[in-house]
């Protein structure tokens, strides 16, 4: 067995579809071996199945505590050990306008979206800190950044995940473990195609949405997100802990697309004081 991640175990959790899934097939690629932990049972089964003896399946609700557990205790007996857990199940959750919200669907948006990801790192800690190493990666999102762009629970949850991986950070440290989270954009998956057409088969209809006006003409992949985790969690990355990776094509960093370098502004020159200009 070959690759960076050679010999290491991973937890997937949302590995059944989209980002989770395209993060397991990267993971083993690299050499990893995987346990995908997921509510979509059948469809978790047949990745694993479709991705040799070192992928294993597990239904999980991870707002469950018992199936989180589960989750976990499967790779340390299926292989021996857990060095990754990347926490990634979430779902988009509860929309409409805050006075009319409805509170039984918040509260299930932030068990999957918040207390999942709790879980997942409470149960990975419980079996990194006796081997003194492990890197646990956390999903959140630019709504977590900025306003506007997600529905309130679902922006709250996620920027709850960035108070919770810097906290867990700072108490594993010292144990040789390493958190940190990834920060996608709007990627191709079924999720999105739902929320963005109403039909989440949609796979090829909305990556033709996402890509119009995206950086250079695409939109982001789960491959993209697959890359930052497989590097976050390789020992290339063995002196980043507390760290937010944005994978999002600029969305939450760059605000435009620099329109005084091009068009009039092409000639170099300045602008300076009472609308005097140096050109």
């Given at each position: 067995?070959t690759?960076?991640?050679?010999?290491?175990?991973?937890?997937?959790t949302?590995?059944?579809?989209?980002?989770?899934?395209?993060?397991?097939?990267?993971?083993?690629?690299?050499g990893?071996?995987?346990?995908?932990?997921?509510?979509?049972?059948?469809?978790?089964?047949?990745?694993a199945?479709?991705?040799?003896?070192?992928c294993?399946s597990?239904?999980?609700d991870?707002?469950?505590e018992?199936?989180?557990?589960?989750?976990?205790?499967?790779?340390?007996?299926?292989?021996?050990?857990?060095?990754?857990?990347?926490?990634?199940?979430?779902?988009?959750?509860?929309y409409?306008?805050?006075?009319k919200?409805?509170?039984?669907?918040?509260?299930?948006?932030w068990?999957v979206d918040?207390?999942?990801v709790?879980?997942?790192?409470?149960?990975?800690?419980?079996?990194?800190?006796?081997?003194?190493?492990?890197?646990?990666?956390?999903?959140?999102?630019?709504?977590?950044?900025?306003?506007?762009?997600?529905?309130?629970?679902?922006?709250?949850a996620?920027?709850?995940?960035?108070?919770l991986?810097r906290?867990?950070?700072?108490?594993?440290?010292?144990?040789?473990?390493?958190?940190?989270a990834?920060?996608?954009?709007?990627?191709?998956?079924?999720?999105?195609?739902?929320?963005?057409?109403?039909?989440?088969?949609?796979?090829?209809?909305?990556?033709?949405?996402?890509?119009?006006?995206?950086?250079?003409?695409?939109?982001?992949?789960?491959?993209?997100?697959?890359?930052?985790?497989s590097?976050?969690?390789?020992?290339?990355?063995?002196?980043?802990?507390?760290?937010?990776?944005?994978?999002?094509g600029?969305l939450t960093t760059?605000?435009?697309?620099s329109?005084?370098?091009?068009?009039?502004?092409?000639t170099?020159?300045?602008?300076?004081?009472?609308?005097?200009?140096?050109?």
């Amino acid at each position: 067995m070959t690759g960076r991640l050679a010999g290491k175990v991973a937890v997937v959790t949302g590995g059944a579809s989209g980002i989770g899934a395209g993060t397991v097939r990267r993971l083993i690629a690299d050499g990893a071996s995987v346990v995908i932990a997921d509510v979509q049972g059948d469809a978790a089964a047949k990745l694993a199945a479709e991705s040799g003896a070192r992928c294993r399946s597990i239904a999980t609700d991870v707002s469950s505590e018992p199936d989180v557990a589960a989750a976990v205790d499967l790779a340390v007996a299926g292989f021996g050990r857990l060095d990754v857990m990347f926490a990634n199940a979430g779902i988009f959750g509860a929309y409409g306008p805050i006075e009319k919200a409805r509170m039984a669907d918040v509260d299930l948006t932030w068990a999957v979206d918040l207390r999942g990801v709790f879980l997942a790192m409470k149960h990975a800690a419980r079996v990194m800190i006796p081997r003194g190493s492990g890197v646990i990666i956390a999903t959140t999102s630019p709504a977590a950044v900025v306003g506007g762009i997600g529905n309130h629970a679902y922006s709250a949850a996620k920027a709850g995940i960035l108070g919770l991986m810097r906290s867990v950070a700072a108490e594993l440290r010292e144990h040789g473990i390493r958190v940190n989270a990834v920060m996608p954009g709007a990627v191709v998956s079924a999720m999105t195609a739902d929320l963005v057409l109403g039909e989440a088969s949609a796979i090829s209809r909305v990556t033709e949405a996402l890509a119009k006006g995206a950086p250079r003409n695409r939109p982001g992949l789960p491959d993209d997100i697959a890359a930052a985790v497989s590097f976050l969690v390789s020992d290339d990355a063995a002196f980043i802990t507390g760290h937010t990776m944005v994978v999002d094509g600029g969305l939450t960093t760059i605000g435009g697309d620099s329109p005084f370098a091009k068009g009039k502004y092409a000639t170099p020159g300045a602008f300076l004081e009472a609308g005097r200009r140096r050109t």
